[in-house]
């Protein structure tokens, strides 16, 4: 669960804070609150108006909508510039209660409204957005976007990779900014790599059309097609011709009369790790199979197989791939 979900994680931590809760929902709450540092400063918001309120006497009398409401209204122009933080509505109400009765001059109205989508490793996130687009992070990736996109785009940022289906709006466009470009769309599916070592960046579109745009150069896209956008904002556009620009969310690598040297580039990008042909030839050797949810040491087996290579791990992320016949 994440900080997007935080209407339905509340009445949980709230009987939480009670201690009301069964010993499953506490295992439930604790095991959120350590997935993430976002999940765990949002519990702390939480706690830290709880605690306030136990300090009123009749705080169950307050008609939290009403207080919030003058409230609002008297702070609804104010030009506070401290930090920006991250806060449900519902506990925005309830903490302004809270300073309207101990007369604190708390200003709420310029409080940040993003949201934060953060993969976790190992999992499948896929994350459902407010206009009901949806994308699917890669391990470690973040989108960032407006709660409820508010306002005439519905504009996300990103940092790493993510694979998009966006729901059409012609009168909202669908934004998308990463390193130096900005993705625009109005409904489409496409792949999206921001490259935070390289700064470059990559968009594969599978359907509709995108209008992708790095420092002042600008492409459309027809379905089929990639760009590439250089750390300078030079775009080069091409066809796609590599099925496994996705593998990383479908988790199949496929490989048809490839030679060997790309092929390890796909595989190398796959398992995020090195590896080193030791043998020239056996770079143009060339490869066709089917590689579905295996595991690294699987594939490697298989290439032993094929190619009469042997390989030796060198460190955590490094493989030495030594050998090797064409014609084995």
């Known amino acids: 669960m994440n900080i997007e979900q935080e209407d339905q994680i509340l009445p949980i931590i709230t009987r939480y804070l009670k201690d009301d809760v069964q010993e499953d929902e506490r295992k439930f709450v604790n095991d959120w609150i350590a997935q993430s540092e976002i999940n765990k400063a949002y519990f702390e918001e939480i706690k830290q108006v709880w605690d306030a309120s136990g ?4 705080f169950d009398a307050i008609d939290v909508d009403q207080e919030w409401s003058a409230f609002s209204s008297k702070k609804i122009n104010s030009t506070d510039s401290k930090p920006k933080q991250k806060w449900n509505s519902n506990i925005l109400k309830i903490a302004a209660s809270i300073a309207i009765i101990f007369g604190v ?13 953060i993969a976790q490793a190992g999992e499948e996130n896929k994350f459902i957005l407010p206009d009901q687009s949806v994308v699917w992070l890669n391990a470690g990736s973040e989108l960032t976007y407006k709660k409820s996109f508010k306002g005439k785009t519905r504009a996300t940022q990103l940092q790493g990779e993510g694979f998009f289906e966006v729901t059409e709006n012609p009168e ?5 900014t990463a390193n130096n470009t900005e993705t625009k769309v109005l409904g489409t599916s496409f792949n999206l790599k921001a490259d935070i070592k390289t700064k470059e960046t990559k968009l594969v579109l599978i359907t509709g059309k995108v209008q992708f745009t790095a420092d002042g150069n600008q492409e459309i896209l027809s379905p089929g097609e990639k760009v590439t956008a250089k750390e300078n904002g030079e775009l080069l556009k091409q066809k796609n011709d590599n099925p496994n620009f996705i593998s990383w969310k479908s988790k199949v690598l496929k490989f048809e009369d490839v030679i060997m040297s790309n092929v390890v580039n796909d595989i190398e990008q796959f398992y995020n790790v090195e590896l080193v ?3 020239p030839q056996l770079k143009n050797c060339t490869l066709t199979s089917v590689f579905e ?5 699987d594939i490697l ?3 032993t197989v094929l190619f009469d290579i042997t390989y030796e791990k060198v460190g955590a992320n490094r493989i030495l791939i030594k050998g090797g016949d064409c014609s084995s």
């Open 277 to 279: 042909i030791e043998n």
């Open 55 to 58: 300090e009123i006497a009749d």
């Open 293 to 297: 949810n295996e595991s690294l040491d």
């Open 301 to 303: 087996e298989t290439l």
């Open 172 to 176: 909202k466009p669908f934004i998308v």
């Open 105 to 117: 001059g708390m200003y709420f109205a310029n409080f940040n409204t993003e949201v934060t989508l």
